[in-house]
Nanobody
């Protein structure tokens, strides 16, 4: 069974930084080519794909976070990260990491695919105050 466990959420002031982490269990994926991402959901809003990283490390971001957020992974530690800089009150949301797999490697994954990934963690809350 695939398990994803997020951590790192906190309350910060606007302009601050946070780094989210997500430990991913590698067992349970249907295929060997695993790709991952981050999504967020604010109260009363639809889930938003924030960032995605393909098997080869190619990244894609939502326009709203481009230049401020960086997604990365450490395969040796089975950990996905989201470095968030220059945080804004509009970034306040529950953040989830998510994952999916494919039979063949995909060159890149659009960030807006992430909310549809079948595997998702429990989330970590990020609150940004002005």
């Amino acid at each position: 069974q695939v398990q994803l466990v997020e951590s790192g959420g906190d309350s910060v002031q606007a302009g601050g930084s946070l780094r989210l982490s997500c430990v991913v269990s590698r067992s349970g994926f249907k295929h060997n080519n695993v790709y991952m991402g981050w999504l967020r959901q604010a109260p009363g809003k639809e889930p938003e794909g924030v960032a995605a990283i393909a098997t080869d490390g190619t990244t894609r971001y939502a326009d709203s976070v481009k230049g401020r957020f960086t997604i990365s992974k450490d395969n040796a530690k089975n950990t996905l990260y989201l470095q968030m800089n220059s945080l804004e009150p509009e970034d306040t949301a529950m953040y989830y990491c998510a994952a999916d797999s494919s039979e063949f490697p995909l060159k890149w994954i659009p960030a807006d695919w992430v909310p549809a990934f079948p595997h998702r963690g429990q989330g970590t809350q990020v609150t940004v105050s002005s």
